[in-house]
């Protein structure tokens, strides 16, 4: 394993395990992780597909207990994973850890569309606080527009005396924001990227300037771009060396890798000539050959 980087952001090139065996426990104060889901995604080479269900929530469950040692007593987590595995996360935390919220990320709308069932148009994230009574919730700083009453300028007759609707409010648990899109100023060349605008939510509510967030797969490394616009420090940890490339690129830890200059791609619509390894992106991953994950 490889640590790159310096004392604010730092990336572990390596597995998951490791990685977080060199943090020390109660260290973080916040995590974010967005393991693979098991649903045959390809991470450049490497397939998202255990052997069995069984195999894939064990491999969770054993990283998702190392994680809770590294967070510290007044930490929080968010933790995704697709729809299926979320129950299965929950049941295994609840008596573990405080979830606070339930949250459903709500997109727009998937590539493919369902023909024969409903589509799959949310990803649930789990909030989760170490201790319910001392955690960081910076809710001034997250405000959203109140719709409702405010809108329409209505006054509340509950109160003791009658005033507007208040015209922001704290989100509830269902967030949309849309997915990255292949056209999008911060779109990377990778299967599973998160929104920057989710991610500036989780920050911006669950830890100050100088914490320290760490994301124990970070695929584009989206979370430690995002601590590093709000001054937090970062710890990603990502096992393919193509997406720490692109690590070292978009935190600008370094222009390049192993002698290669580290450039973001040229997309079809920015260039007057078509790129056909790129544009082939567009509808598939072109990553060559699939290899299984053994554990
Ligand atoms: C769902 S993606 C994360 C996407 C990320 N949140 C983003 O915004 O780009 C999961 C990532 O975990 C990485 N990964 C898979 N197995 C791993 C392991 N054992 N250790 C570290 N990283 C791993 C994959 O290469 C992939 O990039």
């Not at 990227?193 to 760490?214: E, F, H």
């Amino acid at each position: 394993m490889e640590i790159l980087g310096n004392n604010q952001h730092q990336i572990y090139f390596g597995d998951v395990f490791e990685a977080l065996s060199k943090v020390p426990d109660n260290s973080v104060d916040l995590i974010f992780a967005d393991p693979p889901y098991n649903i045959g995604k390809n991470f450049s080479g490497l397939l998202d597909k255990w052997d069995t269900e069984e195999d894939y929530l064990n491999w969770c469950y054993e990283w998702l207990q190392v994680c809770l040692q590294k967070l510290k007593q007044n930490g929080s987590m968010y933790v995704m994973t697709a729809t299926q595995y979320m129950p299965y996360f929950d049941i295994f935390l609840r008596d573990k850890i405080n979830i606070l919220s339930r949250i459903v990320w709500y997109y727009d709308s998937s590539g493919v569309q369902a023909k024969k069932y409903y589509g799959s148009m949310y990803e649930p994230i789990l909030y989760c606080v170490k201790d319910k009574s001392n955690y960081t919730f910076n809710a001034s700083d997250i405000l959203v527009e109140a719709k409702t009453g405010a809108k329409r300028k209505l006054i509340d007759y509950r109160k003791a005396v009658p005033s507007l609707y208040n015209s922001q409010k704290i989100p509830g648990n269902v967030w949309e924001f849309p997915r990255v899109r292949y056209r999008m100023d911060e779109y990377e060349q990778h299967p599973s990227q998160k929104p920057i605008a989710l991610l500036t939510r989780i920050i911006t509510a669950s830890s100050n300037a100088g914490d320290v967030v760490l994301d124990p797969f970070s695929g584009t490394f989206t979370t430690s771009f995002v601590a590093k616009e709000l001054d937090r420090h970062s710890i990603g940890i990502e096992l393919q060396e193509e997406y720490v490339k692109i690590g070292l690129r978009r935190l600008k830890l370094s222009t390049e890798f192993k002698g290669e200059i580290l450039k973001k791609d040229v997309r079809t619509f920015q260039s007057d000539t078509i790129d056909t390894k790129n544009s082939l992106n567009l509808f598939e991953d072109s990553n060559g050959p699939l290899v299984h994950y053994k554990h």
